[in-house]
């Protein structure tokens, strides 16, 4: 069975732009979540979508957002990027809420 | 605010020597904790989940154990290959479904 996959693999943006990342997740998954990892803070939860519903949001600024479509497909969407926006973005899929998650390759952001 | 501290931060090992990792938590009912394995430049790989407190899983060298206040990742025999970061992450009951991680314990093992 095909793990998660995300693309791109790696991007590089410029401060004030905006981002698109996409996540497919394991067949048959409903869940997905982003985190953002760094160095810093490790990995954070940005938010979990099921269902095409974002089900729960973690601390971040309202310029992190996402969606899900009706194949489990989900997107996340960065706008007026940040230096310290700069991560490994990662995207998690499980059968359903509350049972483990998998995560795919992750996405690596720099804003310069 | 769930809480999960990872101890130690760094562990070197020579291959065969066991030892254990700690993960300490605090949450306010725990759904589920779950172990993860992490190898640079690459998303994280699930290992286990513990439910309820004096469960236990194993996988090869690896043995997850848990109390309600923390868990215990124990390598026995670590070959070089099992050099990683691994993970430890809680998930809560009624609050926010996304998983609360620590910092992680980087280990590795010299031949």
């Known amino acids: 069975k095909a793990g998660v996959t995300q693309t791109p693999r790696y991007l590089i943006k410029t401060r004030g732009q905006q981002v698109t990342l996409s996540c497919s997740p394991i067949s048959g998954h409903r869940s997905v979540s982003w985190y953002q990892q760094t160095p810093g803070q490790g990995l954070q939860f940005l938010f979990e979508?099921?269902?095409?519903?974002?089900?729960n949001k973690g601390n971040f600024p309202g310029r992190f957002s996402g969606r899900q479509f009706s194949n489990s497909r989900s997107e996340m969407n960065v706008s007026t990027l940040e230096l310290g926006d700069s991560a490994l973005y990662l995207c998690?899929?499980?059968?359903?809420?509350?049972?483990?998650?998998?995560f795919g390759p992750g996405t690596r952001l720099t804003v310069t | 605010e769930d809480q999960v501290t990872q101890s130690p931060e760094a562990l070197r090992l020579q291959e065969g020597e066991s030892s254990s990792l700690n993960c300490s938590y605090t949450v306010s009912g725990l759904r589920g904790l779950f172990w993860y394995r992490q190898d640079p430049g690459k998303g994280p790989e699930f290992l286990f989940t513990l439910y309820s407190a004096g469960e236990e899983k194993e996988k090869e060298r690896l043995k997850a154990t848990l109390t309600k206040k923390e868990s215990f990742l124990h390598i026995t025999a670590p070959k070089p290959e099992d050099s990683a970061t691994y993970l430890c992450?809680?998930?809560?009951?009624?609050?926010?479904?996304?998983?609360?991680f620590g910092k992680g314990t980087h280990l590795i093992i010299q031949p």
């Open positions: 992450a809680v998930q809560a009951v009624g609050g926010a479904d996304g998983l609360t």
């Open positions: 979508y099921f269902s095409e519903t974002q089900r």
């Open positions: 998690a899929s499980s059968l359903s809420q509350g049972t483990e998650q998998y």
